[in-house]
């Protein structure tokens, strides 16, 4: 028999039970909602921000997606929204990342369009193909002019996020663009264009590229030659950025030596939290530190997250921590690499997507200023000390050596008749 105190002492013990569960549940509703108010705030103050202070990202491949998939001919596509024909494309797993649509949510205020040709190019139609690029991208910005505004300068690039409109600045991918011609790099220079990556994935006969560092004797392979310090002092006199995305470490070391303007990383991220060769070591971010320039971390995911894992929120946030840990805030922007990479973060899967990184990482204490910091004003100085670095060397002469033909090696001999 069941006495009247344990009877008693059950009903305690089941009325306790419910006030806690009850308290649980209300405590975990109430948490719950503090979450999403704060998640929300922060989308809320991140759109602002960006509102406020151009988000300029260092390199997007829409010349390359276009070239591929409509040929660069206009009336194959509209750039307004290009998801309603994403499953036809061509490259970046049958996905484009960038449309007028998107760059708008996305609150981009202004743009490095990358010119890009592969390596087969290579001593063959590579000059061909970047000017194909230049021009596909002029035009694309010519048939938006309520969107999109062509910048190649600060100023023109901070006038054109104040009228509303996407700057557009072009930057070259490729190194062997210029096919190791002094002469064809100022021409491009010329003709707009305000970064250089040194090299792509393959060697240039005056710069090796990132996959040497793949091979047990890297070393051996160096990495500017004496022509390609000569190229990073025209790049210099001239006030296009060097851009070591692509290239060697040992390249990367030599370039941070030799250029006497700020250099960038248009697209990589660090080598410390993803091991790939494309990212850059903590040695060549001391260094970035010392030359005044500029890292503009990469969203694809073989970038940011080893062996095939699909990167988080805070597997991209840990890059940006990193670099702002190691050398500080001044030395950070954001150079996706959209629409030249096969797989993206979910949680920052194309260009619209940028409000949520500013909102991640505002949720991760970074403050305002250091936002408008990474979100375009280090870019914006870095383009200006290159800008007043070529003003002061306004009284040279143009660098005009010659290759050495020797290191060009056959090759390049069999497209060339002369030097």
């Not at 970046?92 to 998107?102: A, L």
Request: glycine fraction near 6%; charge should be negative.
């Amino acid at each position: 028999m069941i006495s009247v105190e344990s009877k008693k002492f059950k009903k305690s013990l089941i009325i306790g039970i419910l006030v806690v569960t009850i308290a649980l549940i209300v405590g975990l509703s109430i948490g719950l909602a503090l979450t999403q108010n704060s998640i929300n705030n922060n989308f809320s103050k991140a759109n602002q921000l960006l509102t406020k202070f151009p988000l300029i990202d260092g390199h997007n491949d829409i010349p390359s997606m276009v070239r591929k998939n409509f040929k660069n001919q206009f009336k194959l596509f509209d750039f307004n929204d290009l998801t309603k024909i994403k499953d036809e494309l061509l490259g970046t797993n049958g996905v484009t990342h960038t449309d007028i649509m998107r760059l708008q949510k996305g609150k981009i205020g202004g743009q490095f369009w990358a010119a890009y040709a592969s390596c087969e190019s290579l001593a063959k139609d590579a000059t061909r193909i970047h000017l194909e690029q230049l021009d596909m991208m002029k035009r694309l910005i010519n048939k938006f002019p309520d969107v999109m505004k062509y910048a190649d300068n600060s100023i023109d690039l901070v006038k054109a996020f104040n009228e509303g409109k996407i700057a557009s600045l072009i930057g070259l991918e490729s190194g062997h663009a210029i096919d190791s011609s002094l002469a064809i790099l100022r021409m491009f220079y010329a003709l707009g264009v305000r970064y250089m990556t040194l090299t792509h994935n393959c060697n240039v006969p005056w710069a090796t590229n990132n996959l040497v560092d793949r091979l047990s004797n890297a070393s051996a392979y160096g990495g500017l030659t004496q022509f390609g310090r000569k190229v990073i002092r025209e790049m210099n006199r001239l006030g296009m950025m060097v851009d070591l995305s692509h290239v060697s470490h040992q390249t990367m070391l030599d370039a941070l030596e030799e250029s006497k303007a700020p250099v960038i990383f248009s697209h990589s991220s660090v080598y410390a939290l993803c091991n790939h060769t494309r990212n850059v070591r903590d040695d060549v971010l001391l260094k970035l530190k010392e030359n005044n320039g500029i890292i503009m971390i990469n969203l694809y995911n073989g970038f940011i997250k080893p062996n095939n894992e699909i990167p988080t929120m805070d597997d991209i946030i840990a890059h940006f921590n990193y670099v702002k840990n190691l050398i500080g805030v001044d030395y950070i922007g954001i150079g996706a690499d959209f629409d030249g990479v096969s797989s993206t973060p979910p949680d920052v899967e194309d260009v619209s997507k940028y409000p949520e990184l500013f909102a991640a990482l505002r949720e991760n204490k970074w403050t305002e200023k250091e936002l408008a910091q990474i979100a375009s004003q280090n870019i914006i100085r870095v383009l200006t000390d290159n800008e007043i670095y070529a003003k002061s060397q306004e009284h040279l002469e143009p660098i005009d050596d010659i290759i050495d033909q020797k290191d060009l090696g056959d090759l390049y001999s069999e497209c060339r008749t002369s030097f």
